[in-house]
């Protein structure tokens, strides 16, 4: 074997650290010499013992309000909305194509008022999502970002399949276009968090408490807010 | 030359001697797929003798989600981030071996400032890597408060990571045409703080459990593997130099900044546990030098040379192409027929092979050795099973 | 020398009064008879609990956690949850175990403590029986705690638990040799096999420090095999959670899960008192010959406190052993025995014979 000579051989030469051995020393010295390294690693241990300082531990849910995450921790896919409750998505669905798992599924569909092709749900399955961050890389548009907010949990598999659009229609672009605000007010319509394929509005399911309107976090401004929508999104859903 | 295939069932029927009362029979036992010191789900078969250990025979499987298979339905790109989770504690090295891969295939030329960027990050990531190592080979040989220091030291890279990559553990951070985002203006500074909070930790690590009279005396001559046969296994990485072979892939074909930063390949002597114990500590010192070289000198640059929504093709052929992950040699081979997924992925782990070095050093040993030599072995299982 | 204490303190023990009581009433006798049993019953359990939590406390701070945080102020009542959640669990005996001996062992184990506890001189006045036999009989009955992790491991039908059994079978076995070969150090310096006599005797001074370093040597040796015995780290092997999963109680669950548990922690709490007894003189303040000045003012301690002090050092002692170090295999467990411990201990024996003989230690009585 060439190398293991080679190395027998100069056992100094350059960059190359070697292990040290591992002595065996008579009875006594032995002794005395296991006890000193023992008392040695209770020095160390005794050392945080005394020193609550050193504690690292972070009380969780007491801690919240001190609790940032870092800028770009990756929990939570949002779209981006504009202070008008605006997205700037096309559904071009490049973020679709770009999903290493098909957790994300742009459906479009034609405007009512102008036939134009648009966004109509942006369904994201936190349940499959790895959180790669391609989606947020490949949008040529920057609609979407990951969100710090971590706490996901949810009591009901159904809940991770979320609708990030606030509404369905144009993006802000286009829609900035329209001057006639009832020409605008057609030409949207809302979306809610939990109105996706898998819709949770005005159902009841067993050991989840109702989803209080408020909670479903929808509608930054745009239009007409769930209230009324809500309503008639779930009846067309059991219809 | 006919091939005999021996199954498991065949391994594990026992032969009986009842020639002397006083005969003692051998019997198996499983160790895992779930047991504390297997890390996972990997399972091992023992012949066990009392309590020597007269056989290993791993076995395998119960992590398998087919990466590779998975692969070929993805994009080059896509196909990154599920090497995220192959050896998860080296997650941005596998990262870069996929990267590396695609890009040399695809002739990209990368800019200075992403190689020294994604050679920081390796490194830190070794650190970490190695950190929970030894975290957790002091909980295997009974020491349970190395464990938490270990953790403890841990988190504080991956605070590193989580404020640059946006991640924690699967980074898919290092991609093909440079990174996934610059680094974070922190980035540097908290760096030079790790730096600094981690040395006397380390020299604490070596008065906790190197020094440790039980520790020593547990590892020493403990799982001897020569370097012969560590080549033969084809084991890599701390494993293979513990052995005394000078293998390191950073110095032997200096990809990306490690041509630059002077650093040492530790080797040991006996490739004993003791050698692959003290091989990692050291490591991990030779690892912060590499830091401390580079974190002053990163060059201004783009941290992407290509759009990231351009779809990657690659010429129709073979690639391969390898990098040192805090295990050993993780390689990546990639068939392309020129479509936009791969054809063949196949990646050569370090762990798979460093596995088999349980089979050739445990027999003979006792239990508790057992537990030792795996835990020296380092072994992450969903790096085995794929 | 003994005077000093003895018209201070009046030593008697539960079982004395209950003895004494007898001739008036015995009804009398009887109530000093529950009152020892339910003492000693529920000493266990508040101990118990106590040790458990001053251990997950102490580890966690150790490792720079903060431990139990959530029930009660800083955790307090953690112990008591979880003790109410064991009592709750399903008990779950696997099917193929010998059920009778299964259920069996951990009673056996918890057994063997409590009657050791019943001779230990807590204080004076706090002792329930005071044996004339006394070291002897609590190196019998610890014996019971063996029995019932054999039984145990051997009833589970695993082979994890086996192996965890045969290594405490052994580990213990070996280990009462150097123990006792501490403990007669003690006898032979006293004279006598009476734990109360024994502490008695070292109202001129502590044995751990009156013997010219033979006590020092027989403190230890007593310490270490001590730790042995009762599966503490670094000798944690017959439970070896990173070997043997969890060694011989692996299959066991709720109740008699705790009853092991238990038995763990009153056995370190034994080990700690025990050797407060024989080498610090357990409840007796800490006296030098016959400065009689300085023993009034240490005798303004409660006995009660010195015991208590002592032996919450040891098990503190103990416990930091634990959150230290790495466990031994089980063929060096064997080595530090036979080959280093066995020979210290039989030259430490001769050499504490060579000292009785010369009546050679500080502040000789006799």
Redesign the interface.
């Known amino acids: 074997m060439m190398q293991a000579t080679d190395k027998q051989e100069n056992p100094t030469r350059s960059g190359l650290v070697t292990a040290p051995e591992l002595k065996r020393h008579g009875f006594f010295r032995n002794v005395f010499s296991g006890i000193k390294s023992l008392l040695e690693g209770m020095k160390v241990t005794f050392h945080y013992l005394s020193h609550p300082s050193t504690v690292v531990t972070q009380q969780y849910p007491e801690n919240r309000a001190t609790l940032k995450m870092m800028e770009r921790y990756r929990a939570l896919l949002t779209m981006i909305h504009d202070e008008n409750g605006l997205h700037k998505c096309t559904g071009c669905q490049i973020c679709h194509d770009n999903c290493p798992n098909a957790s994300i599924n742009v459906v479009t569909r034609s405007n009512p008022v102008s036939g134009k092709k648009e966004l109509d749900r942006y369904i994201w399955r936190m349940d499959s999502c790895t959180f790669c961050n391609l989606c947020v890389q490949v949008c040529p548009f920057g609609v979407l970002k990951m969100d710090g907010s971590f706490e996901g949990a949810v009591y009901d598999r159904r809940l991770f399949v979320f609708t990030l659009n606030h509404y369905a229609g144009p993006a802000a672009g286009l829609l900035a276009k329209v001057a006639d605000p009832e020409e605008r007010k057609k030409m949207i319509e809302p979306r809610d968090r939990y109105s996706g394929p898998v819709p949770l509005n005005g159902q009841e399911l067993a050991g989840v408490k109702a989803l209080k309107k408020a909670e479903s976090g929808c509608c930054g401004g745009s239009g007409g807010c769930c209230s009324d929508s809500q309503g008639s999104q779930g009846s067309k859903e059991m219809k | 030359m006919s091939v005999h295939i021996t199954t498991l069932d065949d391994r594990v029927r026992l032969r009986q001697d009842d020639s002397s009362p006083l005969s003692t029979q051998e019997y198996f036992v499983n160790m895992g797929p779930q047991h504390p010191s297997t890390h996972g789900v990997l399972r091992l078969v023992l012949k066990l003798d009392g309590e020597t250990v007269r056989e290993v025979i791993p076995v395998l499987g119960y992590i398998h989600r087919g990466i590779e298979k998975m692969g070929e339905h993805q994009s080059y790109r896509q196909f990154v981030h599920l090497s995220d989770r192959l050896d998860y504690l080296s997650a941005l090295i596998n990262n870069w071996a996929v990267s590396m891969t695609i890009e040399k295939a695809a002739n990209i030329e990368l800019n200075d400032r992403i190689q020294v960027i994604r050679t920081l990050m390796a490194e830190l990531q070794r650190i970490q890597s190695h950190q929970l190592w030894w975290g957790v080979f002091g909980m295997d040989l009974g020491a349970f408060t190395p464990f938490l220091y270990g953790f403890r030291d841990r988190e504080i890279i991956a605070d590193i990571f989580e404020e640059t990559v946006g991640a924690r553990l699967t980074m898919n951070y290092i991609q093909p045409g440079g990174l996934m985002y610059d680094i974070h203006p922190g980035f540097v500074k908290r760096v030079k703080a790790f730096l600094q909070y981690f040395k006397p930790k380390l020299a604490e690590y070596e008065t906790l459990l190197s020094g440790n009279v039980i520790l020593q005396e547990r590892l020493r001559g403990v799982g001897r593997m020569d370097g012969q046969t560590a080549l033969s296994i084809g084991a890599t990485g701390p494993v293979l130099r513990a052995s005394g072979v000078p293998l390191d892939l950073r110095k032997s074909e200096a990809y990306g900044s490690y041509g630059k930063v002077a650093f040492d390949v530790v080797i040991g002597k006996n490739g004993d546990c003791w050698d692959r114990y003290w091989v990692r500590l050291e490591e991990m010192r030779q690892s912060m030098k590499i830091v401390e070289q580079l974190i002053d000198n990163i060059p201004e640059g783009k941290h992407m040379v290509m759009k990231p929504a351009v779809k990657i093709k690659l010429p129709e052929g073979c690639y391969y192409n390898q990098v040192e992950t805090a295990r050993g040699i993780l390689g990546v081979y990639i068939v392309s027929d020129g479509k936009e997924s791969p054809y063949r992925i196949h990646l050569r782990t370090p762990n798979f092979n460093n596995l088999w070095a349980i089979t050739e050093t445990a027999a003979n040993w006792r239990l508790g050795d057992l537990v030792a030599i795996l835990s020296s072995l380092d072994v992450v299982v969903p790096d085995i099973d794929r | 020398m003994t005077g000093i204490t003895e018209n201070i303190w009046q030593a008697k023990t539960v079982a004395q009064r209950a003895a004494e009581a007898l001739p008036e009433s015995v009804w009398f006798a009887l109530g000093y008879m529950v009152l020892g049993v339910v003492g000693v019953a529920a000493f266990i359990a508040v101990l118990g609990m106590g040790l458990i939590y001053a251990e997950r406390k102490?580890?966690?701070?150790?490792?720079?956690?903060?431990g139990p945080?959530r029930v009660g102020w800083h955790g307090i009542f953690q112990t008591v949850a979880d003790t109410l959640k064991l009592l709750l669990k399903e008990d779950v005996v696997p099917a193929q175990a010998d059920k009778f001996l299964h259920i069996l062992a951990p009673l056996f184990t918890l057994l063997g403590t409590i009657l050791v506890l019943a001779v230990l001189p807590m204080s004076p006045i706090v002792h329930v029986s005071d044996v004339n036999i006394g070291v002897v009989y609590v190196g019998a009955v610890s014996g019971f705690g063996v029995l019932g992790i054999l039984l145990g491991g051997w009833s589970s039908n695993n082979?994890?638990s086996l192996?965890g059994a045969m290594?405490a079978g052994a580990q213990i076995i070996s280990y009462e040799i150097s123990a006792t070969l501490a403990l007669l150090v003690v006898v032979l310096f006293s004279g006598t096999l009476r734990l109360s006599e024994i502490v008695e005797s070292q109202a001129a001074g502590w044995w751990i420090w009156r013997a010219h370093g033979v006590g020092i040597v027989a403190f230890l040796l007593f310490f270490i095999a001590s730790l042995a015995e009762i599966n503490r780290?670094?000798f944690?092997?017959p439970e070896?959670?990173?070997?043997?999963?969890a060694g011989f109680h692996t299959e066991y669950s709720g109740m008699r899960f705790a009853f092991f548990f238990l038995a763990e922690f009153i056995n370190m709490f034994i080990v700690a008192a025990l050797t407060a007894t024989l080498f610090l003189g357990g409840w007796m303040p800490f006296h030098i010959g016959d400065f009689a000045g300085f023993n009034a003012i240490m005798d303004m301690i409660p006995p009660g406190l010195w015991f208590t002090g002592k032996t919450a050092f040891l098990v503190f002692l103990i416990m930091?052993?634990?959150?230290?170090?790495?466990?031994?295999?089980?063929?060096?467990l064997m080595r530090l025995e036979w080959k280093?411990l066995l020979p210290i201990g039989f030259a430490n024996l001769i050499a504490a014979a060579v000292v009785v003989l010369f009546n050679f230690y500080f502040f000789p009585v006799r």
């Open positions: 102490i580890a966690g701070h150790f490792q720079c956690r903060l945080m082979k994890w192996l290594r780290t670094p944690d092997i070896g959670e990173s070997e043997l999963t930091w052993f634990r959150w230290t170090f790495p466990r031994l295999r089980v063929d060096q280093v």
